[in-house]
């Protein structure tokens, strides 16, 4: 869901992901390697696998606009939402100085991009 999803729209989304899961032919106990899922309510299929960050600024290029949102199990398109960083609690709201609030709540990598722009690696 995208970050604007109301609680209550969450709430029947997580309600319904087993019944979805299952009519999109995906197994909600493990993925198509044979993983199995630690968390029901989200596609991580292992606390323990770790993502791979690979930065790079899209600013200006064309024809992003055009790649397709896809819902969480990549079968319907979504309506695309852009959120700033100081919307994901990165940074403050003066779009700047690296944000303090823990980002979970909003955005589970927030901590990683804010590491990520602390280090210049991502620049505001």
């Known amino acids: 869901p995208v970050p604007s999803t109301s ?23 493990r ?7 630690t968390h029901r309510s989200t596609s991580n299929v292992s606390n323990t696998i770790h993502g791979v960050y690979f930065p790079f600024d899209a600013t200006n290029h064309s024809g992003l606009d055009e790649v397709p949102a896809l819902d969480l199990f990549g079968t319907t398109k979504i309506e695309r939402e852009w959120v700033s960083l100081s919307d994901l609690k990165v940074l403050e709201e003066d779009g700047i100085t690296l944000g303090k609030t823990d980002t979970k709540p909003t955005f589970i990598s927030g901590f990683i991009v804010r590491q990520l ?8």
């Open 31 to 37: 993925d198509k390697h044979g993983r199995i899922f």
């Open 117 to 124: 722009v602390k280090e210049g690696v991502i620049k505001v």
């Open 7 to 29: 609680a209550e729209t969450l709430r029947k989304e997580i309600l319904r992901r087993d019944t979805r899961m299952v009519e999109s032919g995906r197994d909600p106990h």
